[in-house]
């Protein structure tokens, strides 16, 4: 079935340091993908996204790259910092506009 | 422009109660979602609605429901509550129609504990 996972539940960096959050998904099918930022007590939090036709995509300090055949998307975030401290999801465009959700990496940024 | 706001925050309830959980959409939004999230199945596909209509389902009992009004505002509801339901309830939306790629655009959450 449809999933999307990630690799790492935790990633720890140094401020200033740059950050990647790796996930694969398993649908080939997908032609949307989004990375979401959730805070304690917040709801996601829209980052950046990316279309199947694009294999980068690049927004404020943050960088998304779709690699199709491996089915693997990455989020680079540069000069990380603390207030960058958060669990990370990928999505992924299931029916309709079903988002399914991998299980999120928590980066921990230190000072 | 005001983001999603979703009331109540929290509630607390006992098991075989019923609890109903409201969604406002970003102004002009026309499409709402609802997912569940929890430690361990993580953030998991609810239902989603547009114009009204419930345009998809997840993989849940129906005890989950919910519904859309003339405004985009949605309520969802959950009959016969189990301990299992504690989770934090999420609602998102997005300006268009569903099947076309729309940033969906999430609210706070209601948290929802069941004892």
């Known amino acids: 079935g449809e999933s999307v996972g990630l690799h790492l539940p935790t990633l720890s960096v140094q401020e200033g340091d740059n950050s990647i959050i790796n996930c694969a998904y398993s649908?080939?099918?997908?032609?949307?993908f989004i990375w979401y930022k959730q805070e304690s007590g917040k709801g996601p939090q829209f980052i950046i996204d990316?279309?199947?036709?694009?294999d980068k995509r690049q927004g404020q300090r943050v960088t998304v790259l779709l690699n199709k055949t491996v089915k693997h998307l990455s989020l680079q975030i540069a000069a990380t910092q603390p207030g960058d401290s958060a669990v990370y999801f990928c999505?992924?465009?299931?029916?309709?506009?079903?988002?399914?959700f991998g299980k999120g990496t928590t980066l921990s940024v230190s000072s | 422009k005001a983001g999603v706001t979703q009331t109540p925050r929290y509630l607390i309830k006992t098991r075989g109660q019923q609890v109903t959980l409201s969604c406002s959409p970003i102004?002009?939004?026309?499409?709402v979602s609802w997912y569940q999230q929890t430690p361990g199945q993580g953030l998991q596909f609810l239902f989603e609605?547009?114009?009204?209509?419930?345009?998809n389902k997840g993989n849940f009992p129906g005890r989950f429901s919910g519904r859309q009004f003339s405004n985009s505002r949605s309520e969802m509801n959950v009959s016969t509550l189990e301990l299992g339901d504690s989770a934090l309830y999420l609602c998102?939306?997005?300006?268009?129609?569903?099947?076309?790629?729309?940033?969906?655009?999430f609210g706070p959450g209601t948290r929802l504990l069941v004892l």
């Open positions: 998102a939306s997005s300006a268009n129609a569903p099947g076309i790629q729309e940033t969906q655009y």
């Open positions: 649908n080939s099918a997908s032609d949307y």
């Open positions: 990316i279309r199947s036709n694009m």
């Open positions: 999505a992924e465009k299931g029916a309709g506009t079903a988002l399914i």
């Open positions: 102004s002009g939004h026309r499409s």
């Open positions: 609605y547009f114009s009204e209509t419930q345009r």
